[in-house]
């Protein structure tokens, strides 16, 4: 007789394994009985049939909330294939893409972290994850931030001196115009020719949309690209940036001079802590400075956090790690009064339910001025992320 001696590796993979089942499940069962219409991947699918049917691309709207276009034409080009899929086989599609590429971006957070690679943590982290509010949104609303994330992530980790590194960042861009922000970062931390590599990437993207869609093109960059109205109102909840915050904050729904003042200041802060800070703390510092200056950061955008939660264990800061999980899981936004134009009637003591992923972006921007305080040698332009094994696993 045959004996299985089952190791305590394979054991932990196992529960893993189980507990991603019972997550998975979970969420199948909750989207069926709300019947989620996975709004975004609606529109996606209205973008790909203009493209295949010669319709205005910014002429429609979708959805019973009257969704449009708001992404630069290439996005369109790359939703084509939508345009002739079922809708619900499409819902299924993305469920089952964004549910992969969470569990990339675990990898690839691990990695970020130097935290040791291991099946059942990245199976466990992926579990639990499906639940942080910004992922979670992403799901439901078929939306394309995880794979951005990944995109920006994984180039801008890779070693120094990588076959065209900064071109993924720029085919981002293209997608969706603020990972531009991160040629800025690459600039100030002394990678020209990254940032150069950036540009091409995205001029790229620019220039295959104008030889398919040459009308198209021209309005989304001389017009549509400046009507963040047509994105949705700034000053609802949804909305974590830093306008947002300053929105309920005045209680006015346009904060106007008071954003931009605080915009520029809170761009020039980042992009002067990403100059001074470490590698991996200066990428994040980007992350989060590029959600709160852009206009509209809808809570699903700050995807972002589920590297900065890996840094934290990574760095030996359960503590943190924690903290930050319950304010990315605890969906405090959402229990504040918000219907109508209650989101600007809000008092002083719920503001801070109202905009979480805001102050977190501020907390952060905060915590590596400290740290980069600390810092007696300079920063190493090209610096490269090395890699190391450790036993510390993600904390959720």
């Known amino acids: 007789m045959t004996v299985t001696v089952r190791t305590p590796r394979a054991a932990a993979t196992t529960r893993a394994i189980v507990l991603l089942g019972l997550s998975l499940a979970a969420l199948t069962v909750l989207c069926a009985a709300l019947r989620i219409p996975m709004a975004d991947a609606q529109v996606y699918r209205a973008e790909g049939a203009a493209v295949a049917h010669g319709g ?14 708001t992404y630069p034409p290439f996005a369109a080009l790359l939703f084509l294939p ?37 099946a059942a943590h990245v199976l466990a982290a992926t579990a639990l994850a499906l639940w942080l509010e910004p992922v979670f949104q992403t799901l439901i609303f078929g939306q394309v931030n995880l794979a951005l994330v990944c995109l920006v992530l994984w180039d801008l980790s890779r070693p120094a001196g990588a076959f065209a590194k900064g071109f993924a960042v720029g085919l981002a861009a293209g997608i969706k115009i603020t990972p531009l922000f991160f040629v800025l970062h690459l600039l100030v931390r002394g990678r020209v020719r990254e940032a150069l590599t950036a540009l091409a990437g995205f001029i790229t993207t620019v220039l295959v949309a104008a030889l398919v869609l040459p009308y ?80 509209i950061s809808w809570s699903h955008h700050w995807v972002w956090c589920v590297p900065l939660i890996a840094l934290a264990a990574g760095e030996g800061r359960a503590r943190a790690a924690v903290v930050l999980a319950v304010v990315f899981t605890a969906r405090t936004l959402w229990l504040v009064p918000h219907a109508g134009e209650l989101d600007l009637q809000l008092p002083l003591w719920q503001q801070p339910l109202a905009s ?12 590596a001025t400290r740290r980069s305080g600390r810092r007696a040698a300079p920063v190493e332009p090209d610096a490269q992320l090395p890699a190391r094994s450790s036993s510390a696993s993600m904390i959720r």
Not at 224 to 235: D, I, P, S, Y
């Open 356 to 367: 979480p992923y805001a102050l977190v972006g501020l907390a952060v921007l905060g915590w």
């Open 216 to 295: 198209a093109s021209v309005e989304f960059f001389t017009r549509r690209l400046f009507e963040t109205g047509r994105v949705g109102k700034a000053w609802i909840v949804d909305n974590q940036s830093l306008q947002g915050l300053l929105a309920r904050l005045l209680h006015t729904p346009a904060p106007g001079m008071v954003w931009a003042a605080g915009a520029l200041v809170v761009g020039a802060a980042g992009l002067w802590i990403a100059r001074r800070a470490e590698e991996r703390h200066a990428l994040l510092v980007s992350s989060f400075t590029a959600l709160l200056i852009s206009p």
């Open 82 to 118: 939508t345009a002739f899929v079922p809708l619900s086989a499409l819902k299924a599609a993305f469920c089952g893409a964004n549910v992969a590429l969470l569990a990339l971006l675990v990898v690839l957070s691990c990695r970020f972290a130097r935290i040791e690679v291991r």
């Open 56 to 69: 205005p691309l910014y002429g429609f709207t979708v959805t019973p909330w009257h969704l449009p276009a």
